[in-house]
């Protein structure tokens, strides 16, 4: 269940509380006059000649909660932004146009960006100053809120027409700047792997893994990227160096205190190089791509062929640590699975970074969910509490790291990090690894046990389709890789959701979001790139071809609403919406991957399972519409990169009983640049070889199921023997 979003003043109701999203549910009850997006307030600010402060972010965010405590709770504050301003509160998550063409605006302006964004526009939505967090009055450098208040309103007063057109040049030379970009001509080079990985090499932390220093982000579509650059020349030194700088990464995040001992999952990011003092948040989007990038280093660790990790010298190392990466990829699925599962079968949005201390108290914190004081382990553990301590780095006054803890909330708290390994702790208390590996598993169920009478961190219980559809890839491919069938159907049933809730059969059109029912919010380019991949991994893992079918039908729809047909690539937004004054492309792959570098790939793949060359040619436009990009800076977009080497080898397989040890001989291997195709006389074969004639040739081989490899257009011959296919696909 949604934790309750409790009112800070409930004498005030505005009419944010009318509407579904937690973040503006959070904000209902503010002394502010605020509004949601759209005509009112917009006619309003035109009526009264008032600019609008327009401030946005989300429902976990941390510094967002702090803005809100300071200023939005405050009487006086409020009594300033009623008089002066018509104020407006926009959901990043729920309206992500919106939130895409003001942050262009503060990033261009002040040279950096976040979330509280506050930005003050004139009343025709043109933007003339941005900032992020404001304190309520002067310090760290900046200028109290109220005081900015003040200044922009007696500015305005003063010479709004001026503040007018300073706002539509502003925006004009942003609009000149995305069409700049998109008329920039450079041409698709094999060089930019090399770039690539060479700016990702220079950039990472070979002691702690990750890339740059504090604060560090997962980044899953770097470890993407690096895969497939290992996946081309497994042999070659950049390509093992490409492999090292991904193992590195993952088994340092495993270890860190960003990684939920307990619970299992990640949060969103560390503050520190070391992965250890987390921002607590936890995101849909990182447990899915994190898990789809452990399940891509599981495949390749299974490889016999794999040179033995660096600095280690035996195959038992290599075995332990895909154990190690299995047991990670398990405990990010189950996490989805038990604490963001609506009872429907989508997937919840996030959990909170903060939380209280203690039931029917007000106080509340980052990270008190999930932190231990020393005594509380002794507590809770007795005997086993040494080895918990030893192996997680609990100290007597608190682990965190000197610097990394600015605002003095962890003095005294333990965020548990895997401090030595199972190994080392064994050796340290002279017992054998089974016995340790005992006793910490009986300490995490009884600290789980404690920390689940806790007060739990507020949930964002609204189920965006766009990580829906990253969550149904995870789980698919989580089926596959680790021969798991609970996962296939926690990804049916969530795709099952999807098609009932949040797509209209009568318009084709996917929406955007949904809480308790359907938003108004159409779907966006990544939602529905997104939800057509995990679509399209699902079909992988089920073999069900009406997922393909609906994958079609997203495609003709996502086409028609966001294709640029001059310059190829996907708009973020459809156009329709005139409150969104710049049609943008996203051309960086960052916490989430860009909406065009998903769709490059589904097109590809769709392309490949109904041999139709408009879509492959369609795809082949939108990688090349990125290329002025990838020449400036190639490692922007990795996920591009995995999209323009997807070369795509097909493989089916015809069925009968004994089809499953082939199928499991494909998942025991990472093949990045496969589709499979199940052939088994049934409605999906007929349904792919109306398009597909070398698929309807395809059959058992004397009443044995048989995978056909098929590769540059070419197959080789049929295969039948599971030992025979791994030979096969090792070359």
């Excluded at 789980?475 to 009932?500: C, H, I, M, S, W």
């Excluded at 199921?705 to 030979?727: G, H, I, Q, S």
Aim: hydrophobic residues 40%; glycine residues 6%; proline residues 5%.
């Amino acid at each position: 269940m949604a934790a309750e979003i409790q009112p800070a003043h409930p004498a005030h109701t505005n009419r944010l509380a009318r509407e579904k999203s937690p973040y503006l549910l959070q904000h209902a009850h503010n002394p502010v006059d605020w509004y949601p997006w759209g005509e009112e307030a917009f006619a309003k600010a035109r009526r009264e000649n008032k600019p609008i402060f327009l401030s946005i972010g989300y429902s976990t965010c941390h510094w967002c909660h702090v803005m809100a405590h300071e200023s939005f709770e405050d009487e006086a504050t409020a009594a300033i932004m009623n008089r002066e301003f018509v104020s407006i509160k926009v959901d990043r998550e729920e309206r992500p146009d919106v939130d895409r063409v003001y942050m262009i605006f503060v990033q261009a302006t002040t040279g950096g960006g976040g979330w509280p964004m506050s930005v003050w526009l004139t009343p025709d939505l043109k933007p003339f100053v941005g900032g992020t967090y404001f304190p309520p009055v002067d310090r760290y450098g900046q200028p109290g809120f109220k005081k900015v208040l003040e200044r922009i309103a007696a500015a305005w007063k003063q010479d709004h027409a001026k503040i007018a057109d300073q706002g539509s040049k502003l925006l004009e030379a942003l609009r000149e700047s995305q069409n700049a970009q998109a008329e920039t001509t450079a041409k698709i080079d094999n060089q930019f792997f090399q770039t690539a990985y060479e700016q990702l090499s220079r950039s990472f932390d070979d002691k702690e893994g990750g890339f740059g220093t504090a604060p560090k982000f997962p980044r899953p579509v770097s470890l993407n990227f690096l895969t497939r650059f290992y996946a081309r020349d497994p042999k070659g030194e950049s390509g093992k160096h490409a492999l090292e700088m991904d193992l590195v990464t993952l088994r340092k995040m495993a270890a860190g205190g960003m990684h939920d001992h307990l619970g299992g999952g990640f949060h969103r990011y560390s503050v520190d190089r070391y992965w250890h003092v987390s921002h607590f948040e936890k995101m849909l989007y990182d447990q899915a791509q994190l898990a789809s990038a452990y399940l891509d280093a599981i495949q390749i660790l299974r490889d016999p062929h794999l040179n033995p990790l660096p600095g280690q010298g035996e195959e038992v190392a290599k075995r332990q640590v895909r154990v190690e990466f299995e047991g990670v990829a398990r405990d990010i699925l189950d996490y989805v699975a038990r604490d963001l599962t609506s009872k429907d079968g989508g997937f919840f949005s996030a959990e909170d970074a903060d939380s209280l201390f203690e039931h029917g108290m007000p106080e509340h914190g980052e990270g008190a969910f999930y932190v231990w004081t020393e005594k509380q382990i002794d507590d809770a553990l007795g005997a086993d509490a040494a080895v918990c301590k030893f192996h997680f780095g609990v100290q007597p006054h608190g682990n965190a790291p000197e610097g990394s803890d600015p605002q003095d909330e962890f003095r005294g708290k333990n965020i548990l990090i895997q401090r030595h390994t199972l190994a080392e702790t064994a050796k340290h208390f002279k017992k054998s690894d089974d016995e340790i590996r005992q006793s910490l598993m009986r300490s995490r169920e009884k600290l789980l046990t404690i920390r689940n009478k806790r007060p739990r961190p507020h949930l964002d219980d609204k189920i965006i389709a766009a990580w829906n559809g990253l969550m149904i890839s995870a789980y698919a491919r989580g089926a596959q890789v680790l021969d798991e069938p609970r996962y296939l159907e926690n990804a049916t049933r969530a795709a099952k959701f999807l098609r009932a809730n949040l797509y209209d059969d009568k318009s084709k059109l996917l929406f955007r979001n949904y809480r308790e029912s359907r938003s108004d919010v159409e779907g966006f380019a990544d939602d529905y790139a997104f939800v057509l991949q995990g679509l399209l991994d699902l079909y992988e893992a089920s073999f069900d071809v009406e997922w393909v079918k609906f994958a079609i039908e997203l495609q003709g729809m996502q086409d028609d609403l966001f294709y640029d047909e001059k310059n190829g690539g996907y708009f973020s937004t459809s156009g329709k919406d005139k409150s969104v004054v710049l049609r943008m492309k996203d051309d960086n792959d960052s916490a989430e991957p860009a909406a065009s570098s998903i769709a490059a790939l589904n097109l590809l793949r769709l392309a490949q399972f109904r041999d139709d060359k408009k879509l492959d040619e369609r795809a082949r436009k939108t990688i090349g519409a990125f290329a002025p990009t990838l020449s400036h800076f190639a490692s922007a977009m990795p996920q591009m990169l995995v999209a323009l080497e997807y070369s795509l080898a097909k493989l089916a397989v015809a069925k009968n009983d004994a089809t499953k040890a082939l199928l499991k001989e494909v998942h025991r291997h990472f093949l990045p640049n496969k589709i499979l195709i199940l052939a088994d006389g049934g409605e999906g074969q007929k349904f792919f070889s109306e398009r597909n004639e070398a698929i309807g040739a395809m059959s058992p081989i004397d009443g044995k199921p048989a995978a056909y490899v098929c590769e540059n257009f070419a197959c080789k011959a049929p295969v039948t023997d599971p030992r025979e296919l791994e030979k096969v696909l090792a070359k």
